[in-house]
């Protein structure tokens, strides 16, 4: 049998990490098999663990594919010396939002994430590493409101890093409900106005 070549190994990994998310989406992670993996993709199980060593390394993936696109944006945003960072982090705050609404992608892993994976057992290391996660998004947030406080815009005595823990956690919780109850979130029509109602306690930056 010819050997694989680089492209086509990658593209049966990709097409094993898709299969994962609908059958992750249809049976949650500790309902799912490599088996029922493999089938939905199309390849044996032998396959996969060319690729993974067992599910637990598959559903790391999909985390770390969501973690490092957040990242990427961050990063790339806070190279910019925007002279408004609190109006900077609103408007990246929409764009996440906005591309939760409109990538499938990124919908159906963060819907796994946060509701079709129970975090016991062998699965408690992930939810610590989301854990971490966390606290490296937490330190990049915060550096918005750092410069805001540069800027003058907000007093020198608050805590940025107390205001981006409480910003993920705005966020987070938008998130969820989303997931939750859509329709009664309507995210697409209140999405500008939910950003707001965090933003609308630090007042009207000036110009």
């Given at each position: 049998?010819?050997?694989?070549?680089?492209?086509?190994?990658?593209?049966?990994?990709a097409d094993i990490v898709d299969a994962a998310i609908r059958v992750f989406m249809e049976?949650?992670?500790s309902g799912s098999t490599l088996e029922q993996i493999a089938e939905a993709a199309g390849v044996t199980r032998g396959a996969i663990y060319w690729h993974f060593k067992n599910k637990l390394e598959i559903f790391?993936?999909?985390?770390?594919?969501?973690?490092?696109?957040?990242?990427?944006?961050l990063l790339e945003d806070l190279d910019?010396?925007?002279?408004?960072?609190?109006?900077?982090?609103?408007?990246?705050?929409?764009?996440?939002?906005?591309?939760?609404d409109c990538n499938p992608r990124k919908r159906h892993i963060l819907r796994i994430l946060l509701l079709r994976c129970d975090y016991s057992g062998e699965m408690e290391v992930q939810l610590q590493q989301q854990q971490d996660n966390q606290?490296?998004?937490?330190?990049?947030?915060?550096?918005?409101f750092r410069r805001a406080i540069e800027k003058g815009h907000l007093d020198r005595e608050v805590d940025p890093n107390v205001l981006a823990l409480s910003l993920i956690?705005?966020?987070?919780?938008?998130?969820?409900?989303?997931?939750?109850?859509?329709?009664?979130?309507?995210?697409?029509?209140?999405?500008?106005?939910?950003?707001?109602q965090f933003f609308a306690g630090f007042?009207?930056?000036?110009?």
């Open positions: 049998m010819a050997r694989k070549t680089k492209a086509e190994a990658l593209a049966t990994r049976r949650g992670v790391r993936e999909l985390n770390d594919e969501v973690q490092s696109n957040l990242i990427q944006s910019r010396d925007h002279p408004q960072p609190l109006e900077q982090l609103r408007e990246l705050c929409i764009g996440l939002l906005t591309d939760l606290r490296k998004n937490s330190r990049l947030f915060a550096n918005y956690c705005y966020m987070s919780g938008i998130v969820f409900e989303y997931f939750r109850c859509p329709a009664a979130l309507n995210l697409k029509s209140n999405m500008p106005k939910l950003v707001d007042g009207r930056c000036p110009a």
